[in-house]
């Protein structure tokens, strides 16, 4: 087997880290692997296949002699470091926002349009950490009953914010004085409606990510979502109250059937047994759980259903290495 060599971008963060484990779990073939960040991670060692690495200094020549290069270190150094290491040769995987809704830029959802990365130009797109687990369950029930219109309140764990925000709501559960806030409120014993920037009209921007990504990465511009996007004094996993407007009729038994065989989804739906997705089962798993799934009475076609998954993994780190995966069948 070919073996390609690789540069995490943003190595030392909660997403560098995870992509490097998924890597070397998922026994990608890597020749070598260049961990990249900040001068201030400059000393730290990552392991990867039983050997320590040293992380080196991002810097405009470091995708030299680099075939895929795995961003994950914000939308600013994307910016500016993505173009680069394209033009050195290397193919682009981001999981920032930075190209997301670019034309030219795939946003990939393996499960759901694995083909658009053929069409890539250098640059693959990853989407928001909620958008990617809403869509593997939606894609498969959109193609059977056409969904006209969805509706979803977050419920977004404090890794999705970073480190900073693990570090907060650590400190003040263990209560202690002097903290460094990446939230303007506390988050331990609280739920703050704010995930990301509000703009003008009320909406944040994470609000507007996943409407906007869901329609991209669906291909289907007619679908109408709205969203609420919540942060919950949760360390990690996401959870999404979606529901869903067909426009065609459906049997609820046949929804659980489809959702049963889709790629990617672990049903998990018996109440009686008080069996349904919860962050703490998603944990370090890449599947996407679903469950309460049921009929909405209030619409002629409406569906309610609970979605779970691990933000770090298949909202990000997996989803990259999956379409790093793909991109090698398209070699």
């Not at 070397?24 to 296949?49: D, Q, Y």
Request: proline share 5%.
């Amino acid at each position: 087997m070919k073996l390609f060599d690789v540069a995490v971008v943003g190595a030392t963060g909660l997403v560098g880290r995870k992509i490097i484990q998924v890597l070397e779990e998922r026994k990608f073939p890597v020749g070598r692997l260049r961990p990249l960040a900040t001068a201030h991670s400059i000393g730290k060692m990552i392991e990867f296949n039983g050997k320590a690495i040293p992380v080196e200094e991002l810097k405009p020549d470091s995708f030299r002699g680099i075939e895929l290069a795995l961003f994950s270190a914000g939308a600013a150094v994307s910016k500016e470091y993505a173009p680069r290491a394209v033009k050195a040769g290397s193919v682009v995987i981001d999981n920032s926002s930075a190209f997301r809704m670019e034309e030219h830029v795939p946003l990939v959802v393996p499960e759901v349009n694995a083909k658009q990365i053929s069409h890539h130009k250098g640059i693959i797109s990853n989407p928001n950490c909620s958008t990617i687990q809403m869509v593997v369950v939606l894609k498969p029930l959109h193609d059977r009953w056409k969904i006209k219109r969805v509706v979803v309140a977050t419920y977004q764990s404090v890794t999705g914010a970073g480190k900073r925000a693990v570090d907060q709501l650590e400190a003040e559960l263990e209560e202690e004085t002097d903290i460094v806030r990446k939230f303007p409120h506390p988050i331990a014993y609280n739920v703050l409606p704010q995930v990301d920037v509000f703009y003008d009209d009320g909406y944040s921007r994470e609000e507007l990510k996943m409407a906007n990504e869901t329609k991209k990465t669906m291909d289907d511009e007619s679908i109408k979502v709205t969203a609420t996007c919540v942060r919950v004094p949760v360390v990690g996993g996401h959870s999404e109250s979606v529901n869903i407007e067909f426009e065609r009729p459906f049997d609820v038994n046949e929804v659980k059937e489809v959702l049963k065989h889709a790629q990617g989804v672990c049903v998990q739906d018996d109440v009686q047994r008080s069996i349904y997705p919860m962050p703490i089962w998603a944990h370090d798993k890449d599947d996407v759980f679903v469950g309460r799934i049921r009929r909405d009475g209030t619409v002629k076609y409406g569906l309610n259903l609970w979605i779970v998954s691990d933000n770090l993994r298949k909202g990000a780190a997996t989803n990259a290495v999956q379409i790093a995966e793909e991109w090698i069948k398209c070699q």
